[in-house]
Nanobody, 127 residues
Framework: QVQLVESGGDSVQSGGSLRLSCTAS????????MAWFRQASEKERGGVAA???????SYADSVKGRFTISKANAVNTLYLQMNNLKPEDTAIYFC?????????????????????WGQGTQVTVSS
């Protein structure tokens, strides 16, 4: 059973920065493609950033140039560095692992493409 535990969520002011971490069990970060998703109140969960096993990254348009996804295989941890935060970034942030393309149906930012999920960490950005 793969376990994913997010941390690093906090309340910050607009323009601030946060770094989220997702600590995974076993060798998950090295073996599987992973991603960050977020879900704001009364909205659907959407993809933020993804990283493939080979390190290729994908980003949602709304966070390009502000967020950076990375991973540290040695410590089995996925990161999301978030800079220049905006109130619209307020959400619960989830990490996910084990991307399955569904024979090309899903992009790396598609919620239905991931098998394993963490419990989430709250990020609140005030104006």
């Amino acid at each position: 059973q793969v376990q994913l535990v997010e941390s690093g969520g906090d309340s910050v002011q607009s323009g601030g920065s946060l770094r989220l971490s997702c600590t995974a069990s076993a060798d998950t970060v090295n073996r599987y493609s992973m991603a960050w998703f977020r879900q704001a109140s009364e909205k659907e969960r959407g993809g933020v950033a993804a990283i493939a096993k080979d390190g290729r990254t994908s980003y949602a348009d709304s966070v390009k140039g502000r967020f950076t996804i990375s991973k540290a295989n040695a410590v089995n941890t996925l990161y999301l560095q978030m800079n220049n935060l905006k109130p619209e970034d307020t959400a619960i942030y989830f990490c996910a692992a084990n991307f399955r393309s569904g024979s090309g149906r899903y992009s790396r930012l598609a919620r239905d493409a991931y098998e394993w999920w963490g419990q989430g960490t709250q990020v609140t950005v005030s104006s």
